[in-house]
């Protein structure tokens, strides 16, 4: 009989379980193609730069340093560099194959650390479940992807969690490699520490298992395995099913009646207890002996003590729920990892291991304090979270037919949910290798080998050593760590990324004279004597002083790159060199040969990495950082011939329209302002930023009505957006709709309460009506928070 053939059910059946099989290795492979494209990406971080030059020191001086070597302030100041495995690594892997051969290595660090964490729990049963929580995982450990020391600390951790995760289900030879890893974990980073932490966790949470019956482990049903098994063949007359003769307590049942203490459960956490003293002890196998075993504490005072200067200004020591903090993809899936991970303790309330709870509350703290100790909140939290909610899925199991439903439901979601997970793997790996992701997100990265190039000043270290200014130098702290790299021992910085050699006062002293330095600037150059400044523009902590310097009849700006600018002192350190001419300046841009040693072996492979597409989005950031600076120096034209450059390279990008805009209104050119913000809007139409923006170049222009349209669109798109508010509370001034003024600055007033000048608009709007009685608490207000001006209305 022709025609297609009929399947028989149970070759159905078959064909479905290999269809869904063949998802799950496609979902895995995506999943680990995803890590691969998130890892690779062009190096963007000043740290690592002092790294290198501190490791071809050690080699070149056969010892460790102990003292600061680098900064010209804090010369003999102990440092304790637990660094130096980390920096000898990489120091030789970049003279052998240079930046892009740092790039691939961090990768395959990577890549073999998720690899690990995907086999500390398997999911055998709810292969989506695992999956998904393994694609949330990537998500976040891809913030902090960098060629740091950390790189190796994340995979330290999860070879200790893979290797105490084998301990307590029984399988326990690798435990003794512990101590040994320790001993190399101390001497590449501070965060040695967090392997210590697991180590006394398992420790800790084991003995609670032994000890209350409500706690559960797979080496608690070990250990009462072996116990029973023990004893039947010590009295074989006692079947491993009868307890009843008992009367010894092992986690709360009564088991061990004839066996000797020796046989006691406590008796496996021997091994556990040796190999955490162990561990600790090989803390001090390194240079510094005692001082590099409490070195974390002492770094730990720094960013969490009662100043908490560090953690208020560094950006990677910020919380991610900080003041000011925006919803991020890397905070949606933070956040939606906390709540699985309580959700999943819930699920397996009647088996909870008391080492997921100390793991999950440590790393909880640690990662929520600061976001830099997100990814190792990821790695643990991920095999817990499987390990809680595959338990209580199952048993779900044993419960009645309404709730076992919910298990039939998970079986069916089964092949859809995989082919759902597989278009958002494949779409996230496009968004990332094209770098949408991360000019979405505005996030200074972009997919590739090679060097962020705004980030090192390549012609202004060529500038400095032609020129050889005189004197100290004084540097932004990013900056510090590339100038270590390129001009020492030549020059030594005023500081650098290594906060454990600077003090909290030092830093004070600097932070003041960067943000305020018309009131920090002058103490500081009396007391270091500073010929000549180097700072980084792509930086927007530096514009204060960068701007203050520029209009400093004694400091004349001399040299201008895509990443930084020189300023050199005239009347007291003899240097006599001229100002630069900015009228007919271009940009020179530099690329990644530019920097010494970072062409190598892979610079072939880097041009094939580099390679466009029509969809590939490239942010010319030395282009939008000149441009930023011009705009800092009071030099609007010159921001606009920047940023028309950079439109022209990349018309997609909303952020280059939205600052030639400003660049236009600055220059009292309203029309071809309210053109550049249209083309934004039309990129991002629901962007409150631009919006706000377009509404200020209608007024400019004269349209106060299209004007208070824009601006009440851009208070609707965000509600927390003060900016618009604000303009919104003018523009209905302007118009003399008093009213509807009062309660736009009320509104802004609520999101700024401690904003003078809000409390001030509003005592004059009620004066003009003639409310006397609103306008004078208003004033005060105004008054009692420094505004002078307040006192006209309280006359």
Known sequence: MGGRKILEPQKRLLTLEQAAGNLQRSAIVSLFFLILVFSIHK??????????????????????????????????????????????????????????????????????????????????????????????????????????????????????????????????????????????????????????????????????????????????????????????????????????????????????????????????????????????????????????????LTLFTRISGQARIYSASIGEFLSLFGPGTSWTILKVSYVALLLIVG?????????????????????????????????????????????????????????????????KFFSWCQTPGLVALQVAVLITIFLAGTNRLYISENKHRSFGLGAEMDYYPVRCIDWIRAHHPKGPMFNNLGLGGYLIYTLYPDYKVFIDGRLEVHTEAFYSTYREAMNHPENGWDNLQAQYGFGWAILSHSAGSTDDLIRYLYHRPDWVLVCIDGAAVVFVETLRSGNDDKPIDLKDWLPDEANSDSIPGFSGFFSPLERIFNRRTPHTLVMPFQLFSLGNLFMTLDRPEKAAEMLELAVQRSPGLKILHNNLGLAYLRLGRPDAAIEAFERAASISPKDAMIQSNLGVAYGQKGWTEKAISAFKRSAALDPNYEEALNNLGAAYWQTGRLDEAIAAYKRALILRPDFADYYYAIAVLYDQKGDRKQAVIYARKAKALGLPDAEKILR
């Open 43 to 296: 190096i963007g971080n000043w740290d690592i730069w002092w790294h290198l030059k501190t490791g071809a020191f050690i080699l070149d001086q056969g010892t460790v340093p102990k003292s600061d070597i680098f900064s010209f302030t804090s010369t003999h100041a102990p440092w304790v560099d637990l660094h130096w495995g980390f920096q000898i690594l990489s120091h030789t892997l970049y003279r052998m194959v240079g930046g892009d051969g740092l790039i691939l290595f961090k990768s395959l660090l990577v890549l073999l650390t998720l690899f690990v964490v995907f086999r500390t729990y398997p999911a055998k049963e709810y292969k989506l479940l695992g999956l998904a929580l393994f694609f949330l995982t990537v998500l976040i450990t891809s913030y902090r992807l960098l060629v740091r020391p950390e790189a190796l600390s994340m995979l330290f951790l999860a070879i200790y969690l893979k290797v105490l995760w084998a301990y307590t289900e029984g399988r326990r030879k690798a435990l003794y490699a512990l101590p040994f890893l320790q001993v190399l974990w101390v001497n590449v980073h501070g965060l040695f520490v967090i392997g210590l932490f697991a180590i006394w966790s398992f420790l800790l949470g084991e003995w609670m298992t032994t000890k209350w019956r409500f706690f559960s482990s797979p080496n608690r049903e070990i250990l009462l395995k072996e116990v029973r098994e023990t004893a039947e063949r010590r009295h074989p007359a006692i079947s491993s099913k009868d307890n009843s003769a008992a009367v010894k307590d092992i986690g709360g049942r009564r088991e061990a009646v004839f066996l000797t203490p020796n046989d006691e459960p406590n008796k496996a956490l021997k091994p556990l207890v040796a190999v955490g003293i162990l561990s600790v002890l090989a803390c001090l196998v390194n240079p510094y002996g005692v001082k590099g075993l409490l070195f974390p």
């Open 343 to 407: 959700l999943s303790f819930v699920a397996n309330f009647k088996r909870i291991n008391p080492t997921h709870l100390i793991l999950c509350a440590g790393l909880t703290y640690l990662s929520a304090k600061s976001k830099r100790n997100i990814n190792l909140f990821a790695i643990a939290a991920y095999p817990i979270v499987l390990y809680n909610l595959t338990n209580g899925l199952s048993s779900l199991k044993r419960l009645p037919k309404g709730l076992a439903k919910v298990t």
